[in-house]
């Protein structure tokens, strides 16, 4: 029986569950600093009208900083990884995303600790704009990958996805037969799960440790990117690329 089948991660799921916990630690970093999700485009939307409905101009200005900085890193993100998707295979261009994110991180990390506990406005634009680019990028690195139902940053589909897929599973419990399994088959929803519970773990650490040593607490994201892209590049050489086991 595969290891997916027993609903045990593989080690392409394990690094998504890597890049999951350091969207969950931007998204708190950034709530306690600015009241923004660089991650969560859904609720930075959310955020952003109201924001707008209460005539909160720098609340405003805060939001669609980050919104723009998400879809600049987006688009940075998509040129590195190249055209098209490559189904659950860990590319160059993937780790070149990746290794990108980790700079970003990097920079937040030292505009932090040269600000303080304590940035002014101006750094915190700074501090949002990078985290939204950095967040962009991952999401248009898990993008590529195309693993069916998997996002890092979008939890709302992730979670949706894992509800589909226990409901299916519920329905037509029997496994597939010997060679009819599908190549775009949905991940065992334990993976699903696992990403939210990640996310959610991560969020609650690293949020805690935020409120206690604010400098400190954007060294974990950018430990786990920097193993994400170590791992990443150890997958693949010159000319070739490598699946998921």
């Known amino acids: 029986m595969s290891r997916e089948n027993r609903g045990l991660p593989e080690r392409l ?3 998504l569950l890597l890049l999951a916990a350091t969207a969950g630690g931007m998204d708190a970093i950034s709530y306690l600093l600015a009241h923004v999700f660089p991650a969560n ?9 109201l924001y707008l409905a209460h005539g909160d101009f720098a609340a405003t200005q805060r939001a669609a900083i980050v919104l723009g900085g998400y879809l600049l890193g987006a688009a940075a993100g998509m040129l590195l990884t190249g055209p098209g998707h490559t189904e659950r295979v860990w590319t160059a261009g993937v780790t070149r995303a990746v290794a990108a994110e980790a700079v970003v991180l990097g920079l937040i990390d030292g505009l932090r600790h040269v600000a303080g506990p304590t940035p002014d406005d101006a750094t915190v634009h700074a501090l949002i704009a990078l985290s939204g680019v950095a967040m962009g990028m991952q999401s248009a690195a898990v993008l590529h990958l195309d693993v069916r139902g998997v996002s890092t940053t979008y939890i709302t589909g992730t979670l949706t996805n894992l509800v589909g897929g226990v409901v299916d ?14 190549p775009k088959a949905p991940p065992h929803p334990g993976l699903l799960a696992l990403v939210w519970v990640v996310y959610l773990a991560s969020a609650a650490a690293t949020g805690f440790l935020a409120t206690r040593r604010p400098v400190a607490a954007p060294l974990v994201p950018l430990g786990l990117v920097v193993a994400v892209t170590a791992a990443g590049a150890a997958r693949h050489g010159p000319g070739r690329t490598a699946r998921a086991a």
């Open 169 to 182: 599973r519920l329905r037509s419990p029997a496994p597939p037969k010997a060679g009819s399994a599908s």
């Open 41 to 49: 485009m859904t609720g930075n939307t959310v955020v952003l009208g």
């Open 13 to 15: 799921d394990v690094l």
